[in-house]
């Protein structure tokens, strides 16, 4: 368990060292904002960077962001949060199947505030794990949608398919 926090922390701080968008004194680093806002947007490249650097603890290749799977997943998100439930993964990994996705997995839920959260919740949940962990993998889409009425308030949207060939 205590090296299982040790590489989970390192992913943390590997990711944040990676991202794009470098933080500034004072900033909240993009992982901890908060998606429970009208506005907020995940941060995509941080989510690549964190789930990536997780695979490569576990000697899995990186992901590259897809805009398709990007739009995907935000469609996605947005009908969660109009339905004010979550959906059926199985349902949306057909759907992005039937798009031309190879290989397609997925990860939708709710109740998450920030990407850690969801990061954290994905990792400690043996199914929502697997997606993270699959070998297949190279591209990812991942995606947020704000209800502010809902029980849950954030929906999230994460679909991963493997490299087209």
Same mark, same amino acid.
Request: charged share 20%; with cysteine.
């Given at each position: 368990?205590? /090296? $299982?926090?040790? %590489?989970? @922390?390192?992913?943390?701080?590997? *990711? !944040?060292? =990676?991202? +794009?968008?470098?933080?500034?004194?004072?900033?909240?680093?993009?992982?901890?904002?908060?998606?429970?806002?009208?506005?907020?947007?995940?941060?995509?490249?941080?989510?690549?960077?964190?789930?990536?650097?997780?695979?490569?603890?576990? /000697? $899995?290749?990186? %992901?590259? @962001?897809?805009?398709?799977?990007? *739009? !995907?997943? =935000?469609? +996605?998100?947005?009908?969660?949060?109009?339905?004010?439930?979550?959906?059926?993964?199985?349902?949306?990994?057909?759907?992005?199947?039937?798009?031309?996705?190879?290989?397609?997995?997925?990860?939708?839920?709710?109740?998450?505030?920030?990407?850690?959260?969801?990061?954290?919740?994905?990792?400690?949940?043996?199914?929502?794990?697997?997606?993270?962990?699959?070998?297949?993998?190279?591209?990812?889409?991942?995606?947020?949608?704000?209800?502010?009425?809902?029980?849950?308030?954030?929906?999230?949207?994460?679909?991963?398919?493997?490299?087209?060939?």
């Amino acid at each position: 368990m205590k /090296r $299982l926090i040790t %590489l989970s @922390l390192s992913a943390l701080v590997l *990711a !944040a060292c =990676q991202s +794009e968008k470098p933080v500034t004194q004072g900033q909240t680093p993009s992982f901890y904002v908060s998606m429970a806002r009208a506005d907020a947007q995940v941060d995509a490249a941080m989510a690549r960077d964190m789930i990536g650097a997780y695979r490569g603890n576990n /000697r $899995l290749g990186p %992901l590259t @962001l897809d805009p398709q799977l990007q *739009a !995907a997943a =935000q469609a +996605e998100a947005d009908a969660m949060a109009a339905a004010d439930k979550p959906s059926s993964a199985e349902a949306f990994k057909a759907r992005l199947a039937a798009a031309g996705f190879a290989a397609p997995a997925a990860n939708l839920s709710a109740g998450y505030h920030t990407l850690a959260e969801a990061f954290s919740g994905w990792r400690e949940s043996p199914q929502h794990n697997r997606v993270l962990l699959d070998p297949r993998a190279g591209r990812i889409g991942i995606a947020t949608a704000y209800a502010p009425g809902s029980k849950y308030k954030v929906y999230w949207a994460l679909a991963v398919a493997a490299d087209k060939r």
